[in-house]
């Protein structure tokens, strides 16, 4: 796999490293969704095509997926400011999951 391919992916995986490394350092969960909503924003400059809907399918069936399991109990969650069942940042880390995996994906079929 050529380098620029690598480093491509890893620039797309960074922003989700970030977000997820931000946790535990912001208590307040709707500053961490504040923070969310910017790292997304900015990424948007360089949304490609179908993105946004990417982001918004991302956000909704992730957000009914994580609220089936927790209605089954195969997960539960300390923090409860959505609904009072999850993170209200959590859709919107899914969400961005969901773009950069498109990404991701765009680029490993571009150059494999």
Do not use: Q
């Not at 946790?23 to 969310?36: E, S, T, W």
């Not at 909503?37 to 490609?48: D, N, P, Q």
């Not at 609220?67 to 409860?80: P, Q």
Request: charged residues 15%; contains cysteine.
């Amino acid at each position: 796999m050529p380098t620029f391919v690598i480093v491509r992916l890893v620039a797309i995986a960074a922003p989700v490293f970030f977000m997820i490394a931000l946790i535990p350092y912001v208590r307040n969960d709707f500053v961490l969704a504040g923070l969310y909503v910017a790292i997304i924003a900015v990424s948007s400059l360089r949304y490609g095509r179908h993105d946004l809907l990417f982001l918004v399918v991302g956000c909704l069936v992730l957000f009914v997926s994580e609220y089936f399991f927790i209605s089954t109990g195969v997960e539960t969650f300390e923090r409860k400011s959505l609904l009072g069942v999850m993170p209200v940042w959590l859709p919107l880390l899914w969400a961005y999951v969901f773009v950069a995996i498109k990404r991701g994906v765009l680029i490993l079929e571009k150059y494999l």
